[in-house]
């Protein structure tokens, strides 16, 4: 089981040598409410840390998936664009969005483990 | 025939009589209605059916067949399912939804204002010119911004031209390298939009503190600013706050060769108050639908003049109103080449011109200052005696609207849509919900100047009996409402979802 990291966006990365499978917490989830459409990006496009990758839309709102790495998508998840439930699922059982292979693995240094982020949200509204 | 028999049976849908409550009816679409033997219009037989572009006529294509009564109805039922301005209070946030005085109607109705022709001589409509040219300078000095066009149709397509103004100002100045337009997390959806549409990329300031723009979140995403086109930004902001710290931002996005695009959504909070070009602003939008109470919503047409300074005036998309001497004429690309160019078909929508400087003239400039000073009243009040009850994310006083959320009732359940449905259970229009996204479970509440107290204190009290309701552990009922609207509650996700894009009762025959 790849190795789980947290982002202050809510994004989780599953990191796998230079590949990281990046999804959204359920903490996002639960904020957003239910999923109406997913907008996934292309395979090949190329995005610079801090760079939003993808868009989720629900019923409230509509919210950036923002990549916490430099890198370029290499695969996507199309099946989520039809099964918007997928995303609720863990990294290994296909809740991730892109998969982007990364340049520099020191940018995975700042993201916080999955007690800090829990921490992170307590101390949110 | 037979083609049509069988579309005339398969469309007709019968209404169920327990859908018909008091008086509220159901109401089918056109197309679902028996077909009627006594149309409303006659028709001649058609004497030739051959098609000069095709094979040959068509068969019947099932054309709803009603009489005159059955139109009429129809559409007077439809109409009850409404909910106006001129049905009680609406206090959508960032909205302004205020009264439209009928005077601004009368006025517009005038002949020589409503029947004139845009492709006339200009010497035939002096008199419409002129009132354009009047608008333009009742708008250049409670802007404090002196150059003015009134072509951009809608408040997003003002921001358009805005944006466009500062791209054709860098682009004759030959600034190159300015890609980059800075805007905070709290502003309108439009306003990234826009910058993208004028092929900026869009780089975020952080709110979320203290629900404004600080000097030093706007430094952070300046950094060394050579990339930096501009700064869009409300103000007052979307937590209906002032952006107290706007001078200094503004003086250094300049010196950094930026310009700042102020979107002017907001204005009915200073209208009169204060000049927007005091605190810096190169460019805004003015809604006419909104500060100057032309009719919006549903009620349209809007308008979203633009007003900017001095140096960007040469920019401005054509046609603008000019005078010569005692003559007004319309300036296009030939005297003005500078010009990003015409951005929409004529020269505006007249009509909102009309009623907006019938507006402007009628309140005077010491109305248009109360204007502003009773609708930051009116958003205090109640944000004074609604702060006991729900949460204020940002302490006030407010501006022209006042923030709430859902915070202090989310546990037990329900949330800021529970309220929002509840509003409706109970004869208003909801508040704007889950904006800005910088708070979570926002409800946005502008109640605007021209609601009573009495108005006003209704909604209070029903919003505090919400809140009542929750802290006496009452909240299921709070899932089921709307119940006695035409249209109880929705099933939004599956809306959204599974949405039917095709009416299949028809074409899939």
Redesign the interface.
């Known amino acids: 089981m790849a190795e789980l990291k947290y982002t202050e966006d809510h994004e989780w990365v599953a990191v796998d040598g230079d590949v990281v499978s990046i999804g959204i917490t359920g903490y996002a989830q639960e904020?957003l409410?239910?999923l109406?459409?997913v907008e996934l990006p292309e395979v090949g496009k190329k995005v610079g840390k801090g760079d939003d990758f993808a868009v989720v839309?629900s019923?409230?709102?509509a919210?950036e998936v923002y990549s916490p790495v430099a890198g370029e998508v290499v695969e996507v998840n199309v099946a989520m664009a039809d099964d918007?439930e997928l995303i609720k699922k863990p990294a290994n059982e296909n809740g991730w969005i892109a998969r982007i292979k990364i340049e520099d693995p020191s940018e995975l240094e700042g993201l916080m483990d999955e007690s800090k982020y829990k921490e992170f949200t307590d101390g949110l509204? | 025939m037979s083609a049509e028999a069988k579309i005339t049976g398969s469309l007709t849908v019968q209404i169920p009589e327990e859908a018909n409550r008091g008086l509220q009816y159901e109401e089918n679409l056109l197309w679902e209605k028996e077909r009627c033997d006594h149309p409303g219009v006659d028709f001649p037989e058609p004497q030739n059916t051959a098609l000069r572009t095709g094979t040959g006529a068509r068969g019947p294509i099932g054309l709803p067949q009603v009489s005159e009564p059955q139109a009429l109805r129809h559409f007077v039922k439809m109409s009850t399912w409404n909910y106006s301005i001129d049905h009680g209070l609406f206090p959508l946030g960032s909205c302004t939804m205020k009264h439209n005085p009928r005077l601004n109607e009368k006025l517009a109705r005038l002949p020589g204002f409503a029947q004139i022709h845009p492709m006339q001589p200009e010497s035939t409509v002096q008199g419409a010119l002129k009132l354009m040219y009047e608008l333009q300078d009742w708008l250049a000095e409670l802007t404090g911004l002196p150059g003015v066009c009134l072509a951009p149709a809608a408040g997003a397509h003002g921001e358009l031209a805005g944006v466009m103004t500062i791209k054709r100002a860098h682009e004759q100045l030959g600034n190159k390298g300015r890609t980059v337009m800075l805007i905070p997390d709290s502003a309108h959806g439009t306003n990234p939009a826009t910058a993208a549409m004028c092929g900026y990329s869009v780089k975020t300031i952080s709110t979320k503190d203290t629900g404004r723009l600080t000097v030093k979140a706007f430094m952070e995403a300046l950094g060394d600013g050579k990339d930096i086109a501009g700064m869009m930004v409300t103000n007052p902001n979307t937590c209906g706050l002032f952006e107290s710290e706007m001078q200094e931002i503004a003086y250094t996005l300049k010196k950094a060769g930026g310009y700042f695009y102020c979107d002017g959504a907001n204005f009915n909070a200073l209208v009169g108050k204060i000049r927007p070009g005091a605190f810096g602003v190169d460019v805004m939008h003015i809604n006419l639908h909104k500060t100057f109470s032309t009719p919006h919503g549903g009620g349209g047409p809007g308008s979203g003049p633009i007003c900017t300074t001095e140096e960007l005036a040469p920019y401005v998309p054509v046609p603008t109103v000019v005078k010569d001497g005692e003559t007004y004429g319309l300036e296009w690309e030939d005297t003005r080449p500078e010009t990003l160019g015409r951005l929409k078909g004529f020269q505006g929508q007249f009509g909102m011109h009309v009623r907006a400087l019938a507006y402007m003239m009628s309140h005077g400039a010491d109305g248009l200052k109360q204007v502003a000073e009773d609708a930051v009243l009116s958003a205090n009040y109640i944000m004074a005696r609604l702060s006991d009850d729900f949460h204020v994310p940002f302490e006030g006083p407010c501006m022209h609207e006042c923030l709430l959320?859902d915070?202090n009732q989310k546990d037990a359940g329900v949330t800021t849509?529970d309220f929002a449905k509840a509003l409706c259970e109970n004869g208003f229009h909801p508040m704007t919900?889950?904006?800005p996204?910088v708070v979570?479970g926002a409800m946005l509440i502008e109640p605007t100047e021209t609601e009573s107290k009495e108005a006003i204190d209704r909604f209070i009290s029903v919003m505090k009996d919400f809140a009542a309701d929750v802290r006496n552990g009452d909240t299921e009922k709070f899932h089921d409402f709307p119940e006695s609207t035409p249209r109880r509650r929705l099933d939004?996700?599956k809306a959204?979802?599974n949405p039917i894009l095709r009416w299949g009762a028809f074409f899939d025959k």
Request: net charge negative.
């Open positions: 904020a409410g239910d109406v459409f839309e019923v409230k709102t919210a918007l509204d | 959320s915070k849509l919900v889950y904006f996204l979570s939004e996700v959204a979802r």
